[in-house]
């Protein structure tokens, strides 16, 4: 069973991300140390895997 794309917002924001907002079901999370991701869809939608990575990514970033 795929993520949720409320758990990748609550693993940014654990991570230190903040919610900046966004347009229509796109919301930009923004970190203090510059790194940016923008993740697509509802809380209760299916995280896609390629969103997955993308998260993992931006907070594997933001901790160097």
């Known amino acids: 069973m795929p993520r949720k ?10 991570a230190g991300f ?4 966004g347009k229509g079901s796109h919301r930009n999370f923004r970190h203090a140390s510059g790194v940016n991701v ?9 995280a896609k895997p390629y969103q997955e990575k993308a ?8 901790k160097k």
């Not at 794309?5 to 654990?14: G, M, T």
């Not at 923008?38 to 299916?46: A, C, I, K, L, S």
């Open 38 to 46: 923008t993740v697509r869809g509802g809380p209760g939608d299916d």
């Open 5 to 14: 794309v409320r758990e990748l917002f609550r693993d940014l924001q654990q």
């Open 18 to 21: 903040e919610d900046r907002g």
């Open 55 to 62: 998260v993992k990514a931006a907070i594997r970033s933001a």
